[in-house]
């Protein structure tokens, strides 16, 4: 396992020789120790993408695309080993990590394909009769930091745009789960990438170091994906050198079944919506609605499902719930439980901590969850469904929507045009529209309202690294 500073190409310890430990969330042993860095490593960091960011930038966009085609395909022959390295650090199950991994994967491919597809416009003043020639240049250097629930992806997602927009870039992962990204950089000079054009800083002075670079002028970019908490105040801290931001934060999903909906669809869709990464996701499933005339053979089915889910080590064969990624969100999870159930929840199935070793928390269900329920406030970041039934579309709609979060809705019906009438009146960056995973490469991943700024992935995750430039002439 790598558990060094990686700038400029090198491997090296922090400045002030500090570390931290990274725990195994199934067993609570110490995976790893882990250099931490400093702002003097900050600063070299900043030193080493300054210094490879005029010949990154000036690479031919094929080369810089093909750098990303290696890089994805080499990571494609080892999603066995990333994903084992997940499970280890996050605690996901094997299956996760191995739908992590390919995820992960293919950003180097879609941004290996964008970094050719750069576009401009050519357009007329129509009073002077100047020509507008509009393009785009890489922005910059970017700052990134990631969180733990997807350790590769939410570096992958971040990197593959900025490398095919030309700008070198500085990643802060999570402490949790630094390993991961540590791991990628290897691939990615086996791939290519030039000393400078990525530098992995994983901390655990976070405001610190993140401020710190902030306040270099060389920034331009800060893409951070984590709690809208910490988001507002690198919004802040952003403010005060003009650094655009691209903010990835948290959700509170709404999940509406109809009474029209493929009830086994939808319920198969909420396994994915609430248990992808034991609901450790931004996207995850948070207020689920069901029409009051399905609500019992909608949660029959969908308790059968979970209880058939089985919870033990990641790594284990057969296991698909692993633990939660430390004790404090484990606590967090129950607190929501506990606090449900005394205002007079039901629960339908799990709702007891066990006594073992490790972050578990059991696949839980809860119906009648009142609304003062803190759990419908909060994001839940674990694998407890909680469950109310509504009773016309209009009510459903304004429930969604009365959350200071907007980055995911789901929703099942049978009637395409209820299911386009009601996404579009869902105030979300995202539907999910009789599907439970909006995820992908290719489409344009983010939120409305708290739930951030900007996109990731698609062309648009490209953008965000990127400043437009207009030349005035004439000819
Ligand atoms: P977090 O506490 O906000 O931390 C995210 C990252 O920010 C970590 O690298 C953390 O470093 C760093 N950080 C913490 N305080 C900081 C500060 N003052 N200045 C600069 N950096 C700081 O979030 P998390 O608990 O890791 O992740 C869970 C959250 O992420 C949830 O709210 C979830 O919804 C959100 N999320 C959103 C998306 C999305 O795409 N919208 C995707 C995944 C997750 P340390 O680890 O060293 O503290």
Redesign the pocket.
Request: proline letters at 5%; aromatic letters at 12%; charged letters at 20%.
């Given at each position: 396992m790598k558990t060094q500073l990686y700038i400029g190409g090198r491997w090296q310890d922090a400045s002030d020789g500090g570390t931290f430990d990274v725990l195994n969330p199934a067993d609570e042993s110490v995976l790893a120790t882990v250099a931490s860095g400093t702002v003097a490593d900050a600063m070299a960091a900043l030193d080493a993408a300054d210094a490879a960011f005029d010949d990154w930038r000036s690479r031919k966009p094929r080369e810089r695309s093909e750098i990303l085609r290696r890089a994805f395909e080499l990571f494609s022959k080892r999603l066995e080993h990333f994903a084992r390295l997940i499970t280890l650090e996050n605690g996901k199950a094997r299956a996760d990590a191995m739908g992590e991994a390919a995820y992960s994967a293919e950003f180097f491919r879609w941004y290996a394909e964008e970094a050719v597809r750069t576009e401009g416009h050519l357009g007329h003043a129509p009073a002077s009769g100047a020509r507008i020639l509009v393009h785009q240049k890489p922005a910059g250097i970017a700052v990134l930091?990631?969180?733990?629930?997807?350790p590769a992806a939410?570096g992958t997602r971040k990197i593959a745009p900025a490398l095919a927009a030309g700008c070198p870039v500085v990643i802060?992962?999570?402490?949790?789960t630094p390993l991961t990204m540590l791991e990628l950089m290897p691939l990615l000079e086996e791939a290519g990438v030039p000393p400078g054009v990525v530098n992995v800083l994983p901390?655990?002075s976070?405001?610190a170091v993140?401020?710190a670079m902030l306040k270099d002028p060389r920034v331009r970019v800060v893409s951070?994906?984590?709690?809208?908490?910490?988001?507002r105040?690198?919004l802040h801290a952003a403010a005060d050198t003009v650094v655009k931001p691209a903010m990835?934060?948290?959700?509170n999903a709404p999940f509406i079944v109809f009474e029209d909906a493929d009830l086994d669809a939808a319920a198969d869709g909420l396994m994915v919506a609430k248990m992808r990464n034991q609901g450790e996701?931004?996207t995850a499933a948070n207020r689920i609605y069901v029409h009051e005339a399905v609500e019992e053979p909608f949660v029959e089915r969908y308790v059968a499902r979970m209880a058939a889910l089985k919870m033990g080590n990641g790594l284990e064969e057969g296991i698909d719930v692993g633990p939660l990624v430390n004790a404090e969100t484990r606590d967090k999870v129950a607190h929501f439980v506990d606090d449900a159930v005394a205002k007079g929840a039901t629960v339908r199935l799990g709702g007891q901590r066990p006594n073992v070793p490790g972050f578990f928390y059991p696949p839980t269900v809860l119906t009648k969850v009142p609304d003062d329920a803190e759990c419908l406030h909060d994001?839940i970041?674990g694998p407890v469904a909680a469950i109310q039934s509504f009773r016309d579309e209009r009510e459903v709609i304004e429930k969604a929507n009365a959350t200071i979060y907007g980055?995911v809705a789901y929703l099942y019906t049978g009637d395409m045009r209820r299911g386009l009438r009601v996404s579009e009146a869902l105030d979300f960056g995202m539907v999910g529209l009789n599907r439970g995973l909006v995820s992908d490469p290719a489409a344009p991943?983010?939120?409305t309202k708290q739930?951030?700024l900007g996109r990731?992935g698609a062309k648009e995750g490209m953008l965000e690294f990127m400043e437009t430039q207009y030349i005035s002439t004439t000819w």
């Open positions: 930091v990631t969180p733990w629930n997807f939410m802060k992962p999570a402490s949790e901390s655990r976070s405001g993140v401020g951070f994906t984590g709690s809208t908490e910490v988001g105040k690198l990835e934060l948290g959700g996701a931004c994001e970041f980055l991943f983010g939120g739930s951030g990731e």
